[in-house]
């Protein structure tokens, strides 16, 4: 089973796993080998279309913001003039992830505010340095969260503006 296949496959890099796996359908097996290696995830994958910079933002993790950072450069650097943040289908992730996103594309001001159940109210600022170019973000009803948040900032700023679905309303 799945679980079993992802313990067998932990362990030393460069070592060699042997496999027999099969097809539930059909009841045909195949044995097969793979090599342990370091699997790294991305969260953000881009490409530019014409004159505009695609950024797909799967989720906000510890990574996201310097990837995001990178995807920027690299479309500037390309040509970009204008940016497509894609965030369908992102439900979320880490709050610091967000607000360093936020604060590399935001100018200086109030980025959110966060209010716990107690009361307790934490304001996130953004310095002055931001992205300065025309932006906007695709979402649907699977954009939840962080990715939510995400979308409004930059809309409250006058950065972006938002296309697709309604978001989830988390």
């Not at 027999?20 to 530019?48: A, F, P, Q």
């Not at 479309?75 to 894609?86: M, P, T, Y």
Request: charged share 25%; proline share 2%.
């Amino acid at each position: 089973g799945y679980n079993t296949a992802v313990d067998l496959m932990l362990g030393e890099i460069g070592k060699n796993v042997a496999f027999t796996v099969r097809k539930n359908d059909s009841g045909v097996t195949k044995d097969i080998t793979v090599t342990r290696n370091e699997y790294i995830v991305s969260t953000v994958d881009y490409m530019l279309m014409d004159n505009i910079g695609y950024i797909k933002i799967a989720n906000f993790y510890a990574d996201t913001p310097a990837e995001l950072k990178d995807a920027v450069i690299a479309l500037k650097d390309l040509g970009a003039e204008s940016l497509l943040f894609d965030i369908r289908d992102n439900t979320g992730g880490k709050l610091t992830a967000i607000e360093e996103a936020l604060d590399y594309l935001l100018p200086e001001g109030i980025m959110f505010t966060v209010k716990d159940k107690k009361g307790n109210t934490e304001v996130y600022k953004s310095d002055k340095a931001c992205v300065d170019m025309p932006m906007a973000v695709l979402v649907n009803n699977n954009s939840a969260s962080a990715a939510e948040l995400f979308t409004i900032a930059l809309m409250d700023y006058g950065k972006a503006v938002s296309i697709g679905e309604k978001t989830h309303g988390k």
